[in-house]
């Protein structure tokens, strides 16, 4: 196991059809960027990709990671029925304890997600969003 690649994206809730309602297209660059992130993460075939999001659960002694089998994430928040946005995507439990325990090793703490079992933040909800038609048997 090893990392293959690293890309950075932005997440605005608008890229999604049902959240921008058409004024997506205003930011059509942005689209065009996910899409080529996504071809060039899908020539990789990962395993698993691993999201960070500014978003995520946050503790104020450490760092979140779930271990979830599967995950799931909707834009309700930005006024979208579940039912029109709900995403999932399978996890990787053994890779979230592998990065658990190395992080533990080195003192950093973490957060495991018998602490939080809410639904995705849109800053993992939009990368997801744009991978998982290239991506869909990888893990997450």
């Given at each position: 196991?090893?990392?293959?690649?690293?890309?950075?994206?932005?997440?605005?809730?608008?890229?999604?059809?049902?959240?921008?309602?058409?004024?997506?297209?205003?930011?059509?660059?942005?689209?065009?960027?996910?899409?080529e992130v996504a071809?060039?993460?899908?020539?990789?075939?990962?395993?698993?990709?691993?999201?960070?999001?500014?978003?995520?659960?946050?503790?104020?002694?450490?760092?979140?990671?779930?271990?979830?089998?599967?995950?799931?994430?909707?834009?309700?928040?930005?006024?979208?029925?579940?039912?029109?946005?709900?995403?999932?995507?399978?996890?990787?439990?053994?890779?979230?304890?592998?990065?658990?325990?190395?992080?533990?090793?080195?003192?950093?703490?973490?957060?495991?997600?018998d602490q939080y079992?809410?639904?995705?933040?849109?800053?993992?909800?939009?990368?997801?969003?744009?991978?998982?038609?290239?991506?869909?048997?990888?893990?997450?």
């Open positions: 196991m090893s990392i293959v690649a690293a890309y950075a994206v932005p997440h605005p809730p608008l890229i999604v059809p049902s959240v921008g309602k058409g004024q997506e297209t205003a930011i059509q660059a942005t689209i065009d960027g996910y899409e071809r060039r993460v899908a020539a990789h075939r990962p395993d698993t990709i691993i999201v960070t999001s500014p978003h995520a659960p946050a503790f104020s002694d450490g760092f979140f990671i779930s271990d979830a089998e599967n995950i799931s994430g909707t834009m309700e928040m930005f006024g979208v029925p579940a039912e029109e946005s709900t995403i999932t995507a399978t996890g990787d439990p053994e890779l979230a304890e592998l990065i658990a325990s190395l992080a533990n090793q080195a003192n950093i703490p973490i957060g495991m997600g079992d809410g639904p995705l933040d849109h800053a993992t909800y939009v990368p997801i969003y744009f991978l998982r038609d290239f991506l869909p048997r990888t893990t997450v």
